[in-house]
């Protein structure tokens, strides 16, 4: 089946930079897409979500944008801080189905702040 | 607020044998879902359930049980363990209205298969 990958797997960025995580997706048929930050040791977390009938949403230091020619998502982290230091990963959906039973996670991208 | 609680953190098992890792949601959410972390892979959904009495398979069920008797509990059942089953497993849970992709994970549970 389809699946989503990432164009990076680690990436390093100094403290208070900011830094950008790429994910590129397959499925034509994906409709929303949605970033989850694991730590070390610990289960995933959102982030934030977009639907297809955008191309940017923005929350707290975090910014996502969604190229639906090219069939691409990114997530910017502004000023980056120790704590963002984790793994990212996007996911995919199609959101006429129920709930979040065909969520597809990509391999995610280690991200690590430099002091 | 526990969230989402799984157990046990760590298990090591022989090949052959049967175990159940068990996730308890306190949020009262409809959907639950089992999903297995592999290195280089992602996250890869096992088993899911939209409430209680339904359950349906995922991306990698072969090897897995599941039954969802209350809303509240999800056990993922290994009936007999393989070397294959080696991993890292989420429980994870979500409401169900509003369609949004928040998934709300435990902490993850950690199967050594000798």
């Known amino acids: 089946g389809e699946s989503v990958g990432l164009h990076l797997p680690t990436l390093s960025v100094q403290e208070g930079d900011n830094s950008i995580i790429n994910c590129a997706y397959s499925?034509?048929?994906?409709?929303?897409f949605i970033w989850y930050k694991q730590e070390s040791g610990k289960g995933p977390q959102f982030i934030i979500d977009?639907?297809?009938?955008?191309d940017k949403r923005q929350g707290q230091r975090v910014t996502v944008l969604l190229n639906k020619t090219v069939k691409h998502l990114s997530l910017q982290i502004a000023a980056t801080q120790p704590g963002d230091s984790a793994v990212y990963f996007c996911?995919?959906?199609?959101?006429?189905?129920?709930?979040?039973?065909?969520?597809?996670f990509g391999t995610g991208t280690r991200l690590t702040i430099i002091p | 607020n526990a969230g989402v609680t799984q157990t046990p953190k760590f298990q090591v098992l022989k090949t052959g044998q049967s175990m159940t890792l068990q996730c308890a949601q306190d949020?009262?959410?409809?959907?639950m879902s089992w999903y297995r972390q592999d290195p280089g892979m992602g996250l890869r959904l096992i088993h899911y359930?939209?409430?209680?009495?339904?359950?349906d398979q995922g991306e990698v069920p072969n090897g897995y049980n599941v039954s969802r008797s209350t809303t509240e509990d999800f056990p993922l059942r290994l009936l007999s363990a393989a070397p294959s089953q080696t991993s890292v497993y989420f429980c994870?849970?979500?409401?169900?209205?509003?369609?949004?992709?928040?998934?709300?994970f435990g902490e993850g549970s950690r199967l050594t298969v000798l």
């Open positions: 949020m009262n959410h409809e959907y």
């Open positions: 499925n034509s048929a994906s409709d929303y």
């Open positions: 977009i639907r297809s009938n955008m």
């Open positions: 359930s939209v409430g209680a009495g339904i359950t």
């Open positions: 996911a995919e959906n199609i959101e006429s189905n129920f709930g979040n039973e065909k969520l597809t």
């Open positions: 994870a849970s979500s409401a169900t209205s509003g369609n949004t992709g928040e998934l709300f």
